[in-house]
């Protein structure tokens, strides 16, 4: 593998954030160029977000094996809860709506499934391919509100520069 491992990001500012992402996005288009393996691709696509996105506690993925439950994919960070039926949880609602949640407190979230008692703050994208829920992609973090809607931004196009690079079959 001839790529260079990014370091931790800076995303102290507005401005360094939006670099901090494209960097991110250029470095998944490199990373998953001539692969297009989806159990190689998620587990990388963790990988490289738990070790240059700041202020994560958990990353990773949870698939959709069928139309009512979620199991635990590729991730990076502590054992984590296995299956999230779609009526549970952050990821749940992930699913269930096919929308980005933006979760600024776990504990004012009703329902939340709390794997880790440090996280407090939660962002959860959809992997939709073709208008089917393939997975949901989950960061964690140990800080309140960490995540913004630079954040969601920024991240779902680096998720798309996976999806772009994968066979789910
Ligand atoms: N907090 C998630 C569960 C997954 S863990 O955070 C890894 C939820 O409420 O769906």
């Not at 700041?54 to 990773?60: E, F, I, Q, S, V």
């Not at 990821?91 to 933006?102: D, I, K, W």
């Not at 329902?111 to 073709?130: F, K, M, N, Q």
Request: with cysteine; glycine share 6%; charged share 20%.
């Amino acid at each position: 593998m001839d790529i260079e491992p990014i370091p931790m990001l800076d995303m102290s500012s507005a401005k360094a954030k939006r670099a901090a992402y494209e960097l991110l996005q250029s470095q998944a288009r490199s990373l998953f160029e001539g692969e297009r393996d989806w159990l190689a691709n998620l587990s990388q696509f963790s990988a490289l977000v738990f070790n240059s996105v700041p202020d994560l506690n958990w990353a990773g993925f949870y698939v959709a094996r069928d139309d009512r439950t979620l199991v635990l994919g590729p991730f990076q960070g502590k054992v984590a809860c296995v299956r999230i039926p779609f009526d549970k949880g952050v990821c749940g609602a992930c699913a269930r709506t096919l929308e980005v949640q933006l979760v600024e407190d776990v504990h004012s979230f009703p329902g939340h499934i709390a794997c880790d008692s440090a996280s407090r703050s939660e962002l959860v994208l959809p992997v939709v391919v073709g208008g089917r829920l393939r997975a949901v992609f989950d960061m964690d973090s140990p800080s309140l509100a960490r995540f913004d809607s630079e954040d969601a931004h920024g991240m779902t196009a680096a998720l798309h520069a996976m999806v772009a690079a994968t066979n789910w079959e």
